[in-house]
């Protein structure tokens, strides 16, 4: 959940390197605690992270355009929600804070898979989740996050990528393979 600041605005989240998180063996288990600027700029420390797709009855995924003030993928379409697990924080816990944070509203998640993810600046272990989108909730993108969102389906999956509109190339295989799978099995 955001915090206020004293003019009563949410306080901006989005680049956050003070924040601290643990950091992890090749095995992931816990070694140590480092701030989320080390972790985002030492591929050499691991760390944990989450990944969530949400879907609808149509089964159709909510992905999001993060916002440009990220410093990493500014402007690049991922899964639903994405972010660093807090330290002490299990990934389950995480995930719900997330998707709160993210989009504004909790659901039923189920883990799906861990993946070890290597970027240039920094390597994670991702705990990816599923679940379905409330029918009765609104979706509050935070403008710090997200700059837009939308459902899609395979077809105007494809329409963005002939658009040549920028994906993770992470989120991008996990969201075609959510597409293409049996919902919610996935």
Known sequence: MQSENSAGMAADKTNTPEEIVDVVDENDRVIGQATKGEVNSNPKIIHREI??????????????????????????WIESVAGHIPTGMDPAEGAHKELIEELGFDTELQFRKKTLISYPTETFFEYLYSGKFPSNQNIKLDPNEAQQGR???????????????MFDEYSLADIKEFLNSNIPAF
């Open 51 to 76: 990944g969530i797709l949400i879907y609808n009855e149509q089964g159709k995924v909510y992905i999001q355009q993060r916002s440009m003030k990220k410093r990493m993928l500014p402007g690049f």
């Open 151 to 165: 459902f899609v389906g395979k077809k105007e999956l494809e329409e963005m990528l002939m658009a040549e509109e």
